[in-house]
């Protein structure tokens, strides 16, 4: 990982020490044992040659040390990772000879978190144009011509699918992150083409954007969902199939939603946590349904044994005062 520029060595010295400062707190977050590198935390200014490569050499062991997965977690929740460590980590990245598949994920997610940061808060949808894209990206990937690849093409349909998807359900059953994952997987060493990197970042960030409109709706549906089962009476629900107990309080249910709002804002996946906000809709729905069919304003146990997939157990509005 060479990142001292010839040009300007001290601003690139304060940049390897800018990353050697974020990944010591990656380190001790993730409990990663690292030794600390003398170099590094030197603040005497540019050492000698002999001393920048110990502080590579200290950078590029982290770099591989670290997964992708914590390298998202610590984005997203640690005040050290600003925009000038974003750009100093990207770029190192970028200058690389030879890149691995991690290198190609970090890459990707770096370039949609800037790309994020960057844009205008109204710019969203699959109008966004990769004219638009590059123009943002600019100052970090310099001037990207904007040329055809028909190997991108599927990248456009999978968009469309996105934007078209009524709930998180669709989304992922279509598997459009899954589809694009393989694009990017299969593309190899042409996924660090500026060209392609433009397109990746709008391809990324839209995605990103379709699943947190979905998130936010599927969440809504739910708490809406729960406040009309409790005008009914109902106390709680059967949604073992969503992973939780059989005679779930909906007070509780709707206090996990909440607190879903802030989990969710992670980098978007069809991870365990969204599958089972998936199946808790799936819950919440059918025992509107159910409650529904049976007509009453009060919607009353069913037997343990039912053939219902969730099912709706009733209780006192006293008790829902006691919340």
Known sequence: MSTLSKTNPNAAWQNMRRLYSAYLALSREFAIETQPCAELE???????????????????????RVQIHQLRQFVQTSAQADEAFLHALLSCHLKKEEHT?????????????????????DIS???????EVAKILQPILGTVEISASDWLDPLEDLLGKAYRAKNLNELFTSRIIEQGRH??????????????????ARFGFLVRRAFFRLMHQDLNT???????LEAQGVTTLDCRKAQFAADE?????RMICQSWKVMF???????????????????????LMHAARRGAPKAKAAAAGSAQEFEVSGGSWDADAKE
């Open 42 to 64: 030197s603040e005497s200014g540019v050492p000698s040659a002999e001393g920048i490569t110990r502080g590579e050499h200290w950078l590029a062991d982290m770099d591989q």
């Open 101 to 121: 598949e991690q290198d190609r994920d970090k890459v990707d997610f770096l370039l949609v978190q800037i790309f994020s940061q960057a844009a205008p808060s």
């Open 125 to 131: 949808g699959p109008s966004l144009s990769l004219a």
């Open 183 to 200: 694009i990017k997987a299969s593309s190899g060493d042409k996924f660090f083409e500026p060209s392609s990197l433009v397109a990746f």
């Open 222 to 228: 739910i708490l809406d969902g729960l406040r009309d």
């Open 249 to 253: 309080p909906v007070s509780r249910l």
């Open 265 to 287: 804002h992670a980098e978007y996946s069809s991870g365990q946590p969204l599958c089972i906000l998936v199946d808790l809709r799936t819950a919440v729905e059918s025992a």
